[in-house]
């Protein structure tokens, strides 16, 4: 068990360029979490999925967010025509079954800073 | 809906001194509450939740918390601070849909 990995861990990129973000959750973990986390905030629930399904997605994703986890195992998040707002770190997480007692494992994060 | 309240973004304690962060929820059903740290330039760690057992939760790094329901409190502590303890803490409650919701988060200082 190596915990969830995320790259980049950094990522500075110019306005309207795209940048896509990708999540290793721990192993047979069915459910994988995005969440953005801005500067003096608490983290906010982006999207989930429950393997390979996307089962919800926040009002916070907007259009030209998309996400990803074609076989169930890791994730993909891309940002199209990024904006400054859109500067925050990007947290996954991973759980093995979900449920309100499933623990939530998260990893470090990738930090994106739009110029 | 579901909900946390972090008192004070700030908190500064001195080194060996007890430390005190206090969190209210709000909540339409028996709520799930957690408590994470984040270090700085890290992801979120679990230090302990509470899941309708014991009231008196410990966690790890010597942390424990307190689920009140008649004060809606869910308050974090430890009785004796030290340096590594320097870091944010966040509480959160899951709502019905699984989800966490994270307070705003409380940066703890630790002053030597």
């Known amino acids: 068990d190596t915990g969830v990995s995320q790259d980049p861990r950094h990522k500075i990129t110019k306005r309207g360029q795209n940048v896509t973000f990708r999540c290793d959750p721990i192993?047979?973990?069915?459910?994988l979490y995005w969440y953005r986390q801005t500067l003096g905030q608490g983290p906010e629930f982006l999207t989930y999925?429950?393997?390979?399904?996307?089962?919800?997605k926040s009002r916070l994703l907007s259009d030209r967010f998309s996400a990803e986890r074609p076989k169930g195992s890791f994730s993909t998040l891309e940002i199209q025509r990024t904006e400054q707002g859109d500067s925050a770190m990007y947290l996954c997480?991973?759980?093995?079954?979900?449920?309100?007692?499933?623990?939530?494992?998260f990893g470090p994060g990738t930090r994106l800073t739009v110029l | 809906a579901q909900s946390v309240t972090q008192l004070g973004s700030h908190v500064s304690v001195s080194e060996g001194a007890l430390v005190l962060l206090r969190c209210n929820y709000s909540?339409?059903?028996?709520?799930?509450l957690f408590w994470y740290v984040q270090y700085p330039n890290q992801g979120l760690q679990l230090l302990l939740k509470y899941t309708s057992a014991a009231t008196l939760v410990k966690g790890i790094n010597g942390f424990e918390a307190e689920f009140k329901k008649s004060e809606t409190s869910f308050h974090l502590t430890k009785p004796s601070a030290h340096m590594s303890d320097a870091a944010e803490y966040f509480c959160a409650v899951i709502s019905r849909d699984d989800k966490i919701i994270f307070g705003k988060g409380t940066r703890l200082h630790i002053l030597p």
């Open positions: 997480a991973s759980s093995s079954a979900g449920g309100k007692t499933d623990t939530q494992y």
């Open positions: 999925f429950q393997n390979e399904a996307q089962l919800e």
């Open positions: 192993s047979e973990h069915n459910r």
């Open positions: 909540s339409s059903v028996p709520p799930y």
